[in-house]
């Protein structure tokens, strides 16, 4: 079946690099994505990434897929305080366009 | 990207009563979805609503608990029918639109029901 894991809680200073890790079930994934949800607030499009990719870059945001292990990250430079937020992992299973998988989620709590 | 609304942005509600959710897009989709997130957790697909031809539902969720309209391209209701504490959640629409595949979502309605 498909699943999407993730740790619950990160905890980062200002400044420092935050990590988020994902990992999924479905092999035939075939986009994946991280959206941001702040308090009270809907789900924000970050970024994605295409299955035949194994990094993307977008200002302070890397995205580094590990097909192999099935395993999804988003690395955030240089995090600041409007960064505190709860983190979604989500895919797309092959030929399940209308369905996104989401992980649970992990707070994100910078501190100064 | 796309620009999506919803009303209410947030309702209280008496069990046993009905809510209906808008939710308007700023352009033309083929495809319009709409979602669960119950306290703290992550987000359930609850249907897919295409214009011009019943909802699909998904595992768990019902037609007769969550009638769907989709009257035209930029459109959908979701009414959450007879409710109970337990649909107390955000209800959140999403269209898909792009590369990527990408699905762009709406602000939510908090609903409360006591």
């Known amino acids: 079946g498909e699943d999407v894991e993730q740790s619950l809680f990160l905890s980062v200073r200002e400044g420092d690099s935050s990590v988020i890790n994902c990992t999924y079930t479905d092999s035939s994934s075939t986009y994946l994505y991280w959206y941001k949800q702040e308090p009270g607030a809907g789900l924000q499009l970050l970024t994605y990434?295409?299955?035949?990719?194994d990094m993307k870059q977008d200002q302070r945001l890397t995205v580094l897929l590990n097909k192999k292990d099935k395993h999804l990250s988003l690395r955030i430079a240089d995090t600041q305080t409007g960064d505190s937020a709860i983190y979604f992992c989500a895919e797309t299973p092959l030929g399940g366009y209308n369905k996104l998988i989401f992980g649970a989620g992990t707070r994100l709590a910078v501190h100064p | 990207s796309a620009v999506i609304s919803q009303k209410p942005s947030r309702d209280i509600c008496q069990r046993g009563t009905s809510l209906t959710i808008q939710c308007q897009v700023d352009s033309q989709v083929t495809m319009m979805f709409w979602y669960r997130q119950q306290p703290g957790q992550s987000l359930t697909l609850i249907a897919t609503a295409n214009q011009g031809s019943e909802a699909t539902y998904e595992s768990g969720f019902v037609i007769d608990k969550f009638p769907i309209s989709r009257p035209n391209l930029t459109f959908s209701t979701l009414t959450v029918s007879n409710m109970s504490p337990e649909d107390s959640s955000i209800y959140l629409c999403s269209v898909r639109r792009g590369a990527g595949e990408t699905q762009y979502f709406g602000p939510g309605t908090r609903l409360l029901v006591l």
């Open positions: 990434i295409f299955s035949n990719m």
